[in-house]
Every structure is written in structure tokens, then in C-alpha cells.
């Protein structure tokens, strides 16, 4: 079933970054908004005086798709972590996104080793958008991909859902600073 204009704006992408990885990630999420797609980021959304995990954990929920930007700076964030783990323990579609030229099995893990984003996203095929290192067909092709993907999901099945292991505890955080009636 093809997906209408109106369909595909609804689509709401929760895009998660490391602010250090701003300038790659602005530009793909200005590319899926000219094709449509409705993308909640941060720096547009939060303001003076939000509480910031509730804020995250509402856009989270009421998004179709989380969207991470992996790089060696994503890995090394620990708000990245929670906000992948909470989308991961509330089964959202998680569509990962790698920015920069990096070695997913080696450059994914945090280093102080705590938080392995290799492992989180290894049953999941994700995208490489790399604005520096590839030819402009290379980034045009991976960024109609990216997009191909969003408005045309496959079905996740519940093997991969159950493969990956959210550090629950900190994703309870996020939902006890959620709790009703402090959105």
C-alpha cells in the first residue's frame, strides 16, 4: 500500500543526537522535512525552563520512529543512552543512523564501557550517512534510503525486540520523572 502526502506527514521522527554532531544531523533532518516528514529535535522544541526527560520521554512516546545519529560523541553521551534505551523499552521503531566513519563494533561502546550501543542496535539494519567522506550520489542515495525506510517500514519482529537489553533502571528514571501530572 503506497503511502499518501498526507500520510507521510504525519510521520513523527524523534531525533536523537549528541549536540556535538549538530551541523551533520541538522542537515538530514532539513532533508526529511523537505520529503515531509515531521521530525521533533530538540534545540526546536525544548525551551527555558523544561523540564528536560519529561519533555524528551512525552516527544519519545508520541513519535512513530526513533531516529539515532551514531558517532563516537553519541556513544559517549549518557542522555543519548537514556533516550535510546526508554524508545527501545517502549518499542518504538528505532532507525539507526551512523554520521560519522567510525568502526560500529569498536567506536559504539562508551569509553568507560558501560553503555555498548554495538550491541543495541546489532540485530538492526541501519544507515550510514557520512556528508564528509561520500560522493555526492553516495550521500543522495543513502539519504533516499533513509527516507524509503521511514515511509516504507518493514516489520520488526518480536526476536530482535527481545534480543536487546535496556538498562531498565535507567530508563525507569525517565518514566518516574514522567509520572502523571508532570508532562
Known amino acids: 500500500m503506497d503511502t499518501t502526502d498526507s500520510q507521510k ?3 513523527r521522527v524523534f531525533i536523537s543526537y549528541s549536540w556535538s554532531d549538530k551541523a551533520d544531523v541538522r542537515y538530514v533532518k532539513e532533508f526529511l522535512e523537505s520529503k515531509n516528514i515531521s521530525c521533533w529535535i530538540d534545540e526546536e522544541k525544548i525551551y527555558v525552563g523544561d523540564e528536560l526527560h519529561p519533555v524528551i520521554a512525552k516527544a519519545i512516546m508520541s513519535s ?3 531516529m539515532p545519529f551514531l558517532s563516537k560523541n553519541y556513544a559517549n553521551s549518557y542522555n543519548c543512552y537514556l533516550e535510546f534505551n526508554y524508545a527501545h523499552l517502549h518499542q518504538k521503531t528505532i532507525k539507526p543512523v ?9 567506536d559504539l561502546i562508551s569509553s568507560d564501557g558501560k553503555r555498548d550501543f554495538y550491541f543495541l542496535i546489532s540485530t538492526k539494519v541501519y544507515t550510514k550517512i557520512l556528508r564528509q567522506k561520500q560522493t555526492d550520489d553516495e550521500f543522495k542515495k543513502n539519504l533516499e534510503k533513509l527516507y524509503e525506510s521511514i515511509v516504507k517500514p518493514k516489520p520488526e519482529t518480536k ?4 534480543q536487546l537489553s535496556p538498562a531498565k533502571d535507567e530508563v525507569d528514571k525517565m ?3 514522567t509520572a502523571p501530572g508532570k508532562l
Open 159 to 162: 526476536s530482535s525486540q527481545q
Open 64 to 66: 512513530e520512529m526513533f
Open 98 to 106: 551512523i554520521i560519522k566513519d567510525i568502526d560500529p563494533k569498536k
Open 175 to 177: 518514566d518516574t520523572e
Open 9 to 11: 506527514k504525519n510521520q
